[in-house]
């Protein structure tokens, strides 16, 4: 048996494993029952292990090369400057934070609502 991925949580290792069985290779979780009971041992024993049989590896590395396991849907974000649909909400400004940690001691969190492209940095009002 050869590990292929190691993942911190089980269900995403079962994610992976019934991806693997829709397509016949079969495919086996380690460590599940451990994490399970306490997930602070993830990183301990090296995260939930998906093993698959010898003979089926080269297969399987082809399958995730194609595969890259994210929808892209099609009413999306796209940023206005890029046209990259990796965007995320800001909703807390995080200089004001820091500013109010030095001069208060405590964090004071001002909301505003902002998108940000991750690939172009990119900040817009929605």
């Known amino acids: 048996m050869t590990t292929i991925a190691t993942f911190t949580k089980p269900e995403e290792a079962h994610l992976l494993r019934m991806r693997l069985e829709a397509v016949g290779i079969e495919a086996f979780i380690q460590d599940e029952n451990l994490i ?51 965007i995320e909400t800001e909703r807390f400004s995080k200089r004001f934070a820091a500013l109010s940690v030095l001069l208060f001691g405590i964090p004071l969190l001002l909301m505003r609502r902002r998108m940000r492209c991750n690939s172009c940095l990119h900040t817009w009002k929605p």
Request: glycine letters at 8%; charged letters at 25%; aromatic letters at 0%.
């Open 36 to 86: 399970q009971i306490d997930l602070l041992l993830s990183n301990a024993v090296g995260g939930v292990r998906v093993q698959v049989a010898d003979q089926d590896v080269q297969s399987v590395r082809e399958l995730l090369k194609e595969d890259t396991g994210i929808p892209v849907e099609a009413d999306a974000p796209q940023c206005p400057k890029c046209g990259s649909t990796s």
